[in-house]
């Protein structure tokens, strides 16, 4: 497939120019390869969506799940009037939330519509360092969120929150590219082992909820068909 200048014209009409120099991996390319690595790209950021779909619910739920057992099943709303688990950045971004769908459906949201409208960023945020002492090394804490870390994951040192807290920001940074449709398959860890290690970390989650999932996870298959 040849691109002459006037349908190149075209392409960059929608693709702009910078967008595409990040596909161009040397000099020595032509716009061909170019735009199979683009398409490519789309292709693999979207075999992630069923993947990072259910890390995201099963995450914040058993998150959430796991404050309620130790605080309380009012802990969140509570948060709102009463500072007591989060820091400063986490509770204004609750607040927010909250006014935002107070204000939206003229009425106070319950604890499931907030859960649910808290950005993920929200929710690995709690897994903060800052966190630990407050939640993570409660007794049960841990577990109660990863039950399944242990056949997954060996951690070299004793506090296990050492092992999964930096996957989940480097999960979270890879999710947030392929929601602002940017380049991931020239990730600096390769995308492969991006694929595996969010794959590992959902089924730390629980490898139950894996498995409801098995028939759309088809980024290995596809990986298979690189088209360069």
């Known amino acids: ?24 991996f040397n000099n020595s390319e032509n716009i061909e390869i170019i735009l199979k690595r683009y398409i490519y790209n789309v292709q693999v950021s979207e075999s992630f969506y069923p993947l990072l779909s259910a890390f995201e619910i099963a995450l914040r739920n058993r998150i959430y799940n796991a404050i309620c057992n130790l605080k309380g099943d009012s802990w969140l709303l509570n948060e709102i009037n009463t500072k007591s688990i989060l820091s400063d950045n986490e509770r204004n971004i609750l607040i927010t939330t909250y006014n935002k769908l107070e204000t939206r459906y ?6 499931g519509s907030i859960i649910a409208e ?21 007794e049960g804490f841990f ?18 929150t050492k092992t999964i807290f930096p996957l989940l920001k480097e999960i979270l940074i890879l999710r947030n590219r392929i929601f602002h449709h940017e380049i991931i398959i020239n990730n600096k860890n390769g995308i492969e082992n991006c694929y595996n290690a969010t794959y590992k970390v959902l089924c ?13 996870l088809r980024f290995k298959e596809l990986t298979k068909q690189k088209p360069w």
């Open 204 to 216: 730390s989650l629980s490898k139950e909820y894996v498995k409801l999932f098995e028939t759309s």
């Open 143 to 160: 577990n109660s969120v990863f039950p399944d870390f242990d056949e997954f994951f060996v951690s070299p040192v004793l506090d296990k």
């Open 106 to 111: 003229k009425k106070s949201p319950k604890a």
């Open 118 to 138: 808290l950005t993920l960023g929200f929710w690995i945020n709690l897994c903060k360092k800052s966190y630990k002492n407050s939640l993570w090394d409660k």
């Open 1 to 24: 497939m040849n691109f002459l200048d006037k349908e190149f014209s075209k392409i960059t009409e929608n693709i702009s120019l910078d967008r595409l120099s990040s596909y161009k």
